[in-house]
């Protein structure tokens, strides 16, 4: 027999609640000091205590409110308007006056853990390091950088304290020297942030003996292994061409693994903390073959041209929410999803390739608490609408509903791919793809089956792209074979007679 669930627990004013911190192996605490009943709103302050077990009320009787001052923020106290129903996590231990304000601005869920994580992390930093930071922000003192000079003038580079938080290899105002070391960037003391588009081999000894750094890229690096785990990093975005080993710290939060092209390797192997649990990951267009991130709590895919969701579900199969975003692309297996135990929020945009069976429903979701559709097949809209109706825990939304006309111009466009591309410039690509769509629009709503119609449209725009040309010289062999797409895709219904009239058309537009 199942058992009942247990009743909710409403927040009351004077309420106090530990809270387990459960990536430092601590707890924390926090007190509700106002209550709309009206809003069902609770307002909470969070208390600058944390301890090795559940606090006993008496402990936290003189305990004041924690100011959140790590890094970048000034200094405040912590305090949210909350849902007024608690989580289960949340245990009561007792009741306190509540002193201090009791009215904010914020709103946010009873997430209070990372706050309260990373300031215990900023609070245990040496206090010179912490101390030379702030002074920093607020200087307006000017130093100089051995091995850095202006890009224009060549004389030696010159910043201000304040304003030197990032390092890049590649800024562009200024140059690297050969005689340039990782160790000199200790003149800026609120640099929190390094940019490399190449291996350095004093930069692991620069990270680990500098925690205030916190977010690194690093591409073609070069390198089989990498060990980061003494580094202080929050965010990294790393090349992952070539790599086998990747050894990341226990205070990171978010990866992203990244190709700069070449072989990706079918073994990178990732070390990370409980599996990745407390990470969120980025990628673009795929999932690579990556061990060591099977409890990541989030994944996010950009760039999508064509992905299988089941290579999702065998590489992030714990994964809380996920968000797919298409260029617009192709999905494939959407069952995969079923596979994804715990997934709670789902997010895909720009993403085509299934119709409306192949979209679980909400009884093969049973976890799942938000589903965002952005731009997604109008008939997949009408079947998830339906079946997720009668599923009220899920809070769904739905956005721009495509019909098949958009994606015959959008999807199915073979110019599609030019914008951005090396080599075609934004206007081109832009002129490229409005021509196209035009003479597909206009062999759509004029008569799609008369020959002389088709013709004029594919002529209209071949003389287009045959313009572009002569002024920018942008057609080589990959975006020739693309406009021979294209004039096939406006041109399927011609006769083999009608078609052997374009061809010199064709030839003539193509070696312009």
């Known amino acids: 027999m199942t058992e009942p669930d247990s009743p909710a627990v409403i927040a009351c004013p004077g309420d106090v609640f530990a809270f387990p911190l459960e990536r430092i192996g601590r707890h924390g605490a926090c007190q509700v000091v106002a209550v709309d009943d009206a809003r069902a709103i609770a307002t909470v302050a969070v208390l600058a205590w944390a301890g090795t077990t559940a606090p006993e009320i008496t402990a936290l009787a003189d305990v004041p409110r924690m100011v959140r001052d790590f890094m970048f923020w000034t200094p405040a106290e912590v305090l949210k308007n909350v849902p007024v129903e608690v989580p289960a996590e949340y245990v009561r231990i007792g009741t306190l006056p509540v002193t201090g304000d009791t009215a904010t601005r914020s709103y946010d869920a009873w997430d209070f853990a990372p706050d309260v994580i990373r300031q215990c992390r900023w609070d245990a930093l040496p206090s010179e390091t912490t101390a030379a930071f702030r002074t920093a922000l607020e200087s307006e003192e000017t130093v100089t950088m051995p091995g850095l000079t202006y890009s224009d003038s060549g004389?030696?580079?010159?910043?201000?304290?304040?304003?030197?938080?990032?390092?890049?290899?590649?800024?562009?105002?200024?140059?690297?020297?050969?005689?340039?070391?990782?160790?000199?960037?200790?003149?800026?003391?609120?640099?929190?942030?390094?940019?490399?588009?190449?291996?350095?081999?004093?930069?692991?000894?620069?990270?680990?003996?500098?925690?205030?750094?916190?977010?690194?890229?690093?591409?073609?690096?070069?390198?089989?292994?990498?060990?980061?785990?003494?580094?202080?990093?929050e965010r990294l975005t790393i090349d992952i061409t070539g790599l086998e080993r990747l050894v990341l710290p226990p205070c990171l939060d978010l990866l992203n693994l990244q190709s700069t092209g070449g072989d990706v390797g079918s073994d990178l192997h990732v070390v990370a903390d409980d599996a990745g649990r407390w990470i969120t990951v980025h990628l673009t267009g795929s999932v690579?073959?990556?061990?060591?991130?099977?409890?990541?709590?989030?994944?996010?895919?950009?760039?999508?041209?064509?992905?299988?969701?089941?290579?999702?579900?065998?590489?992030?199969?714990?994964?809380?929410?996920?968000?797919?975003?298409?260029t617009p692309g192709l999905l494939r297996n959407l069952d995969g999803l079923q596979a994804l135990p715990r997934l709670t929020a789902l997010w895909i945009c720009d993403l085509f390739g299934y119709g409306p069976d192949g979209f679980p429903g909400p009884d093969e979701l049973p976890t799942l608490t938000s589903l965002d559709l952005d731009s997604v097949p109008a008939e997949v809209v009408a079947?998830?609408?339906?079946?997720?109706?009668?599923?009220?825990?899920?809070?769904?939304?739905?956005?721009?509903?495509?019909?098949?006309?958009?994606?015959?111009?959008?999807?199915?466009?073979?110019?599609?791919?030019?914008?951005?591309?090396?080599?075609?410039?934004?206007?081109?690509?832009?002129?490229?793809?409005?021509?196209?769509?035009?003479a597909l629009r206009q062999i759509r709503d004029d008569s799609p089956t008369d020959e002389n119609t088709v013709t004029a449209a594919a002529t209209g725009f071949l003389d287009t792209i045959a313009g572009l040309n002569r002024k920018h010289q942008f057609l080589y062999t990959l975006e020739r074979d693309e406009v021979i797409d294209a004039v096939n895709a406006l041109t399927a219904g011609l006769s083999p007679e009608a078609h052997r009239v374009l061809e010199p058309l064709i030839e003539e537009a193509l070696d312009d």
């Open 288 to 326: 690579p073959t990556v061990h060591g991130l099977e409890r990541a709590h989030g994944l996010r895919i950009g760039a999508i041209e064509n992905l299988d969701v089941s290579d999702v579900a065998e590489h992030f199969p714990s994964v809380t929410w996920l968000h797919l975003f298409g």
């Open 155 to 233: 004389a030696q580079y010159e910043s201000r304290l304040l304003a030197a938080c990032a390092f890049s290899d590649d800024a562009g105002y200024y140059s690297v020297g050969e005689d340039f070391r990782m160790e000199s960037l200790r003149a800026w003391p609120a640099l929190y942030q390094v940019a490399l588009r190449s291996w350095r081999d004093d930069l692991l000894p620069f990270l680990e003996s500098s925690p205030l750094v916190k977010e690194l890229t690093l591409t073609r690096h070069g390198q089989r292994e990498i060990d980061l785990s003494r580094t202080g990093l």
């Open 383 to 438: 079947r998830v609408r339906a079946r997720y109706k009668k599923a009220p825990n899920v809070e769904l939304t739905v956005r721009r509903p495509r019909k098949p006309e958009w994606l015959a111009e959008n999807l199915e466009n073979p110019l599609r791919r030019w914008d951005g591309r090396d080599g075609i410039p934004r206007t081109v690509a832009k002129k490229a793809r409005a021509a196209f769509v035009a």
